[in-house]
């Protein structure tokens, strides 16, 4: 983050609202671009629950705070509405029936019905160990590989992020799964080439990043960061509550 900011005033624009931070010190407005920062909406369905579960509900709001926290001045996200819903699946068998394109029978019967237009819907439940491993699946994140510029066609279907209740514990999960969301892919399916442009340049680079598995993910590159931004201004308009443009100093970097 760079500059100072001062002042916000919020206007409606279209059907955005968009919150204008302006520099009263420097009204030379055509040497400061500013930065445009997504206000995207996120819904939680507690799949499985049918009675409010405290504990579960304090660790949603802190891994959005989280989520917050790792994507600060770029992509910012706003905790909408929870849900609790009686419908219960495994996540594996999901993830299995995805894979298998035969996502129509639990996912038409559970999450069709429920899930909401207009927010990144995050939908949570159990998991289990593979058979012989300690490792269970804790989310994963549908989307397309092509034509990313139909995902609003295509709304509410890509608007999925799959996570186990125990992968609210870690935190990185929902992290992880927001930046599959946002375009990223993980380091080891990139090339040498594309890893140095986004910003990966040895290997403490890519254990540390988000996007890699295991316990030491704990950042995400400024390249990393700026191409989210883009995808979900170019991509997931429809997803947003509004646009918060932010005056920087452009000397000040
Ligand atoms: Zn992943």
Same mark, same amino acid.
């Given at each position: &983050? ?24 420097? !009204?030379?407005?055509? #040497? +400061? *671009? ?15 629950? *049918? ?10 709001? /802190? ?16 905790? /909408?509405?929870?849900?609790? /819903? ?41 998991? !289990? ?8 699946? &804790? ?12 995902? $609003? ?15 609210? !514990?870690? @935190? #990185? *999960? ?10 990223? =892919?993980?380091?080891?399916? &990139?090339?040498?080439?594309? @890893? ?5 340049? *040895? #290997? ?7 996007? #890699? ?8 590159? +400024? ?6 931004? +883009?995808? $979900?201004?170019?991509?997931? @308009?429809?997803? &947003?509550?509004?646009?918060? @443009?932010?005056?920087? =100093?452009?000397?000040?970097?």
């Amino acid at each position: &983050m760079k500059g100072v900011y001062k002042y916000v005033v919020a206007v409606i624009w279209s059907n955005f609202m968009v919150s204008q931070v302006v520099n009263l010190n420097d !009204y030379s407005q055509e #040497s +400061r *671009t500013p930065m445009e920062i997504p206000v995207m909406k996120i819904n939680v369905f507690m799949m499985g629950q *049918t009675e409010v579960n405290p504990e579960i509900t304090v660790l949603i709001n /802190d891994n959005i705070k989280f989520l917050n926290e790792e994507f600060e001045g770029y992509v910012e996200f706003e905790f /909408d509405e929870l849900f609790m /819903d009686y419908g219960q699946a495994y996540l594996p068998d999901l993830y299995e029936e995805y894979m298998k394109h035969e996502e129509t029978a639990t996912i038409n019967a559970l999450i069709k019905p429920i899930e909401k237009k207009g927010a990144i819907n995050v939908f949570l439940f159990d998991t !289990y160990a593979q058979e012989g491993t300690d490792r269970a699946l &804790m989310g994963f994140t549908p989307r397309l590989r092509t034509r990313e510029n139909e995902y $609003a066609l295509n709304s509410p279907n890509f608007d999925r992020i799959y996570m186990a209740y125990d992968g609210l !514990y870690s @935190k #990185s *999960t929902l992290v992880h799964e927001m930046g599959h969301f946002l375009g990223l =892919h993980h380091p080891w399916e &990139m090339l040498g080439s594309q @890893k140095l442009a986004f910003g990966m340049r *040895t #290997s403490a680079d890519e254990s540390l990043n988000h996007m #890699s598995y295991g316990v030491n993910a704990s950042q995400f590159t +400024r390249q990393q960061l700026e191409a989210m931004q +883009r995808h $979900a201004l170019k991509y997931r @308009k429809y997803l &947003m509550d509004r646009v918060v @443009k932010v005056y920087a =100093h452009s000397s000040s970097d």
